[in-house]
């Protein structure tokens, strides 16, 4: 059963329910707003991601939400409103498979124990508006990391229009064990700390976690598979925490929900019940065996490297041991990470934000490409595996007509230097100019 106490819940849902009134007059208000012209964008380039074609110059006709024509140049419709980009190339809007918009930089664990769901929430919704200004229109928002369905709120109250921020799919809180990678171990028992996911220790127990989530408004379930990760002889040691017999029922359970599962697995054999079980992605995924990664081709289930935590963690440690247990993880992953583009693998881009601060993610691109990936297969993942990830496949992730005008500007060309992703310069979303 969820760890949920009766009181947290019910200042949850009073939170809820203030909010969405708040939102309610709020709708009513932009509904009465006159539809807009079709707009006209110019840029120097335009990238076609799935053929890596570059068109120069590159021209997108929107009306209302969608794309309408594409090319070197398109219709301009009498009342069309021009928006000329200059010396840019025009991408689709980016994707981030793996953020945490209920994380903010600092020690996890604390700000679940410090800060109230409402505080947090109202935390989510401002760094949900920081990855759109980024350039990232979508993204999969993988646990709140204690504050339970909160992220239904944010998620419901972007589509409304009310707040600014990208597209979600959300987990709801995350599923892990008692005692396992999320629990709020080793307080002080008599102070009760809560978890900061819902606790599963069962099949029983996940399909009731699962069926509560989705009740709450869940889009996918998130459920924690390994953990807690130690380094012996320079290679990663990471205990399972679901069994394949496990795991594949809670996919059972989310199929039969019309959704899916995707896991926190750093390594074997966790890695591989997951994809024995076949869950949607394999998250972090720094440990995959010959078998696991068969699998993975087989039945396309990408890993999610995010290795913008990793670097970020090595980088700003609090100690010179911690400095150097996390550049050795990051070392190891590196390597491994190598052997699996290689191997031919499928991937997604995640880049677990929210430890790290919201809107400078774009990163993940350039370190994927640091390690050994091109920047048109980076993009690709990015995009087109990340639109299906989302289960928005022919919806986002290309500038084709019928999408979702969802585009970005960027300074350059990303082709030749990835690094232009993270200098967004232009954003639209759903038709909208977010950030001219
Ligand atoms: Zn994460």
Known sequence: ?????????????????????????????????????????????????????????????????????????????????????????????????????????????????????????????????????????????????????????????????????????????????????????????????????????????????????????????????????????????????YTEAQLAAAVEEARRLGTRVAVHAMGEPGTLYAAQAGVASIDHATQLSDETMRLMREKNIPAVPTFAIFDYFARNATSPATAARESALLDYKIREFKKQVAAGIPFAVGSDVGPFPHGTQAVELELMVRYGMKPLAVLQADLIEGAKLLGWEGRIGQLKPGYFADIVAVPGNPLEDITAVEHVSFVMKGGTVVRP
Do not use: C
């Not at 793996?98 to 020690?107: D, E, M, N, S």
């Open 1 to 241: 059963m969820p760890n949920f106490s009766v009181r947290p819940r019910f200042l949850r849902r009073a939170f809820l329910l203030a909010l969405s009134a708040a939102l309610h007059l709020a709708a009513v208000a932009s509904a009465q707003q006159p539809a807009s012209a079709p707009i006209v964008l110019h840029a120097a380039r335009l990238l076609q991601v799935d053929t890596g074609a570059l068109l120069q110059p590159g021209e997108i006709l929107v009306e209302a939400d969608h794309i309408r024509a594409v090319g070197v140049s398109v219709d301009h419709p009498q009342g069309a409103r021009i928006i000329d980009l200059g010396d840019a190339t025009l991408l689709p809007g980016l994707i981030d498979a793996h953020v945490h918009l209920f994380l903010h930089p600092g020690a996890e664990d604390l700000q679940t124990v410090e800060e109230s769901v409402p505080w947090r929430t109202i935390l989510a919704g401002q760094a949900a508006k920081a990855d759109l200004l980024a350039g990232f229109t979508a993204e999969r928002d993988m646990g709140t990391e204690g504050a339970g369905s909160a992220d239904t709120a944010v998620r419901d109250a972007i589509d409304q229009g009310l707040i600014p921020g990208p597209r979600l799919r959300i987990s709801g809180n995350a599923i892990d064990i008692l005692g396992g990678h999320e629990d709020a171990n080793r307080f002080n028992p008599a102070q009760r700390m809560l978890s900061n996911a819902d606790y599963a220790n069962s099949i029983d127990q996940l399909v009731a976690v699962i069926r509560a989530q989705h009740k709450e408004g869940s889009d996918f379930i998130k459920i924690y598979e390994t953990g807690p990760d130690h380094m012996v002889d320079g290679v990663l040691h990471t205990p399972y925490q």
